[in-house]
């Protein structure tokens, strides 16, 4: 029988930090095995696997989607077009972009952008019904039906968190989870002076 635990969780004696042998370290173990002091770890397994990579996919494709979106939009404002509505990436939005009068190759250029975009919506659109049809999976279900509760969260983005994380317990407070995440600005502030950091890399990727 194999147990994973996470080091960080397993206690030690100070005599241990002091003195650390192949000989210490097999009796520490033995000691948090018997007593249930250490916290196991939850390893996907080779059903859970392919199912994190599916939506790791997703993601990369999302980022591509939205890169030539954002370089298309550049793209415009560097050649004098400006949109005169209010909200881009609308039906409205992509009828000005093919009405724009310009040079015949920047005209090529435009539509193998819009061309791009277009397969990354109907790519993310498969994925996303991919993943609808995962997320109704009975060891699936019940959490991703559980995280859907909150406000904001779709199937996709439940699968994600619950995929990823899998196995909550392993944080014991909201605190550590939100800075698991990156969600926990740091801060540097003395008297008057009041310096607060931004979010992790975590929470952008």
Not at 24 to 45: F, G
Not at 116 to 131: A, F, S, V
Not at 145 to 166: D, P, W
Not at 182 to 198: D, M, N, Q, R, Y
Request: glycine share 4%.
């Amino acid at each position: 029988m194999y147990h994973l635990g996470a080091i960080h969780h397993v206690q030690y004696t100070a005599k241990h930090k002091m003195v650390k042998n192949d000989k210490r370290d097999a009796k520490m173990i033995a000691s948090n095995l018997a007593n249930n002091t250490y916290h196991p770890v939850y390893v996907p397994d080779d059903e859970d696997v392919p199912v994190k990579e599916y939506i790791r996919m997703r993601k990369t494709f999302q980022k591509d989607f939205k890169r030539n979106k954002q370089a298309l939009a550049a793209l415009l404002l560097r050649s004098g077009f400006h949109y005169p509505g209010k909200t881009p990436w609308t039906l409205k939005y992509i009828d000005w972009i093919k009405g724009l009068t310009m040079p015949t190759l920047m005209k090529d250029v435009v539509n193998e952008y819009l061309g791009k975009i277009n397969d990354y919506i109907d790519t993310l659109e498969r994925c996303d019904c991919t993943i609808e049809e995962l997320s109704h999976h009975e060891r699936y279900a019940k959490r991703v039906q559980a995280l859907q509760c909150l406000k904001g969260i779709s199937t996709t983005l439940a699968m994600t968190i619950h995929i990823e994380i899998s196995d909550f317990s392993r944080f014991p407070t909201a605190k550590t989870f939100m800075s698991y995440l990156g969600l926990t600005p740091s801060e540097h502030s003395s008297g008057a002076h009041v310096s607060k950091g931004g979010l992790t890399n975590k929470a952008t990727h």
